[in-house]
């Protein structure tokens, strides 16, 4: 095996045609041979280079509409020959088969016919069958081949002539690392679109994870951990990973996993009036509707000052200079909207650490799509939790109704419910947070740290009394006995929504209809682990 290897015969077939004549130049100025198909050779004819046509080199023409052009002994042999294997040597001289050296391919482009909607026949015939099999080939034979699949490598390739005339095996390597992603990529997104679009399969047999362009963070949860931020290939919608970032240190582990639990939480008000969500910990810890943005986010605030220190601020509506001053006057360490003006840019900007995110537009939170967690040994796979309930789907199941003002705070804080660690607990008073219980291991807990939170809220403003006083509730799951629900009853919640379905649901609603509550079933659950 040699280290660098100075090419003598090259085969270049394309469909992205960028940079291909300067390849074809760089190539030809070392003295390369050069073998081509199609477009590619007109292109490179078209630039005044020597071409030779795959089809001198088989003896075979194309046909079949180019389905078969490359699949041939002369090219695949080599390809994959080893050259410095005597049998290998002996069979490409008895049957006349030339080494080549450095293969140049891309694919067919199957995911942008995807993505523009084409119809089935042109997806099918967008299958490329020679291009990954020549990738295969010449990757597998790195050793000997210099296997070029992007963009990158071909500048690098261009760069590797330039210092040596040739390629080293590290490049080689590197190259041949690159071009089985290319085509571990593609026969993803080709058995993707087969499973879901094609056959309409909820859970294939096989579940293509395709994952891309990761961005190196500074370490994970914890600074002894590494983590790296991939998006997935192919059309995809709007999310954090497609914010622009406008100002601020780099976005760490943290901060992306708790922007998008912010960016999901306010994506449920984009088609209302201003609001604003805070995120601690991945755990909403304030979210209001307000008049202007400015009073969203003083609402949203004042249900739990202490833990907002810290946390992630997402607005459904742009920022200006008021609400901007507002925010930056405590520490924050992200904040997410879809625009922001000029004067809120120049506020924000003070503050040179506060990470500032754009995304334009507001993620549909209705759509559909999977969610994919990894447990040891495995991955969990759901549907996203897209569910709603509207006004027709409640359950009205106490001698009390809830009042017009009452039922709009019950879905204010069913929303927000939603979007709380279980077993969740959300008081909520003129569509606003009034207290909010997280993750607790009994919902009696989370009723109770709630209640608890509003006081200490109260004290912090100097309230006469918590704003659980007067409030409606909102429970993710059903209540198991009646005790959580005196609780809330206790601290001064007038009505409850919750999805009902526990053994003990006629002793829960006795209770209610004892102290006077209005109580609606859902009959929809909203756990979040």
Not at 217 to 230: D, T
């Amino acid at each position: 095996m040699t280290d660098l290897i100075k090419p003598v015969r090259a085969l270049l077939s394309v469909s992205d045609k960028a940079g291909l004549v300067e390849l074809g130049e760089a190539l030809a100025r070392y003295g390369v041979e050069l073998v081509s198909t199609g477009g590619t050779a007109a292109a490179l004819r078209a630039a005044g280079l020597t071409v030779s046509d795959v089809a001198e080199v088989t003896g075979f023409p194309e046909m079949m509409d180019g389905r078969v052009k490359t699949l041939h002994p002369m090219v695949h042999g080599g390809l994959l020959g080893v050259r410095d294997e005597p049998a290998h040597a002996e069979a490409m001289a008895t049957h006349g088969i030339g080494a080549i050296d450095v293969l140049v391919v891309d694919l067919y482009p199957f995911e942008a016919t995807v993505a523009k909607g084409a119809p089935r026949e042109d997806v099918i015939e967008n299958i490329d069958i020679g291009g990954p099999a020549m990738i295969r080939s010449a990757a597998k034979n790195h050793a000997w081949v210099a296997c070029v699949t992007t963009q990158d490598d071909r500048a690098a390739l261009i760069a590797a002539l330039d210092d040596n005339g040739g390629t080293t095996l590290d490049q080689r390597k590197a190259f041949a690392a690159h071009a089985f992603a290319t085509t571990a990529r593609y026969d993803a997104m080709i058995a993707s679109w087969f499973g879901f679009a094609d056959q309409q399969q909820r859970f294939p047999d096989t579940l293509p994870l395709i994952l891309t362009a990761p961005q190196v963070l500074r370490y994970g949860e914890n600074p002894h951990q590494q983590a790296a931020f991939y998006t997935p290939a192919g059309p995809h919608g709007m999310g954090v990973g497609q914010a622009t970032q406008v100002q601020g240190k780099e976005l760490s582990y943290n901060n992306l996993n708790d922007a998008d639990g912010a960016l999901e939480l306010i994506a449920e008000f984009r088609d209302g009036p201003p609001a604003c969500a805070i995120i601690k910990h991945a755990n909403p810890c304030g979210v209001a509707v307000g008049a202007t943005p400015a009073a969203a986010w003083a609402a949203a605030l004042a249900c739990d000052p202490v833990s907002a220190f810290g946390g992630i601020v997402a607005l459904n509506t742009p920022l200006d200079a008021e609400t901007a001053e507002a925010i930056t006057a405590i520490f924050t360490e992200v904040v997410i909207a879809p625009d922001a003006d000029e004067a809120a840019r120049e506020i924000f900007a003070r503050k040179k650490n506060l990470r500032l995110l754009l995304t334009g537009t507001l993620p549909d939170p209705r759509r559909g799509g999977l969610a994919v967690r990894q447990i040891g040994g495995g991955w969990l796979v759901q549907s996203r939790d897209n569910g709603a309930v509207m006004t027709g789907g409640i359950k009205i199941v106490t001698k009390r109704e809830p009042t017009p003002a009452e039922l709009n705070d019950l879905f204010f804080a069913w929303t927000v419910a939603r979007h709380v660690k279980s077993n969740a607990i959300v008081y909520a008073k003129d569509r606003s947070t009034a207290g909010i219980g997280a993750g607790q291991m009994s919902r009696l807990d989370s009723t109770r740290v709630a209640a608890w939170k509003a006081k200490d809220a109260a004290e912090a403003a100097g309230w006469p009394q918590p704003r659980t006083i007067g409030s409606v509730v909102a429970s993710d799951a059903f209540f198991p006995f009646a005790d959580g629900l005196i609780a809330a009853a206790e601290a001064g919640a007038t009505a409850i929504i919750q999805p009902g379905g526990s053994m003990r649901d006629a002793e829960v609603i006795a209770a209610a209809d004892e102290r006077g509550l209005a109580m609606v079933f859902t009959g929809m659950r909203h756990f979040r682990h």
